[in-house]
T-cell receptor
Framework: EPEVTQTPSHQVTQMGQEVILRCVPI?????FYWYRQILGQKVEFLVS????????KSEIFDDQFSVERPDGSNFTLKIRSTKLEDSAMYFC?????????????FGEGSWLTVV | AQRVTQPEKLLSVFKGAPVELKCNYS??????LFWYVQYSRQRLQLLLR??SRESIKGFTADLNKGETSFHLKKPFAQEEDSAMYYC?????????????FGQGTILTVHP
């Protein structure tokens, strides 16, 4: 069965550094998402991406965050200048859309630790 | 704003016993509700969604709009059901995929 893949599985970075988290969504899916989960807290929606643009974003997704689908297969989340509070598990997800919309497939997550 | 509450962080049952994982939501419109499961060291997986009205791995969930609940039930729990379970709500909007999750319930099924 096709899966969403994410790299790296774990990254440690210094505060203020830029981080790029990478994802390969399931091919032929149309919607792409990033979620995060701070340790001990709820899974939170960050952003949705459709037709090469952001379709919705949460309050968490401020100017420090950006997403890109540079080559038609990868989907990246960039954090420009990381803060301690960005430490979390980041989940990428994709969705076929259409009649099967909201059938969301998650990746295994990228654990980001900011020190 | 919408909210999803799972009142039990931990739930323990014995194999063969019935299990019910509670989920309550607050939302003024007509939401779409989901249950996701995360087995140990695995990814979040969709277990079921209320519009499908299907039973997956013996689990069922009925949307009760009067009580604003979407409890997950299984009549006879199995050890392999031990996992983290998340209830989630989709409130509509400009895009699919903006889910609001509950805190999650860790289910442990003892032999």
């Amino acid at each position: 069965e096709p899966e969403v893949t994410q790299t790296p599985s774990h990254q440690v970075t210094q505060m203020g550094q830029e981080v790029i988290l990478r994802c390969v969504p399931i091919s032929n899916h149309l919607y792409f998402y990033w979620y995060r989960q701070i340790l001990g807290q709820k899974v939170e929606f960050l952003v949705s991406f459709y037709n090469n643009e952001i379709s919705e974003k949460s309050e968490i997704f401020d100017d420090q965050f950006s997403v890109e689908r540079p080559d038609g297969s990868n989907f990246t989340l960039k954090i420009r200048s990381t803060k301690l509070e960005d430490s979390a598990m980041y989940f990428c997800a994709s969705d076929p859309g259409g009649y099967s919309g909201n059938t969301i497939y998650f990746g295994e997550g990228s654990w980001l630790t900011v020190v | 704003a919408q909210r999803v509450t799972q009142p039990e962080k931990l739930l323990s049952v014995f194999k063969g016993a019935p299990v019910e994982l509670k989920c309550n939501y607050s939302y003024s419109g007509s939401p779409e509700l989901f249950w996701y499961v995360q087995y140990s060291r695995q990814r979040l997986q969709l277990l079921l969604r209320h519009i499908s009205r299907e039973s997956i791995k013996g689990f069922t969930a009925d949307l009760n709009k009067g009580e604003t609940s979407f409890h997950l039930k299984k009549p006879f729990a199995q050890e392999e059901d031990s996992a983290m379970y998340y209830c989630a709500l989709y409130a509509g909007g400009t895009s699919y995929g903006k889910l609001t999750f509950g805190q999650g319930t860790i289910l442990t099924v003892h032999p």
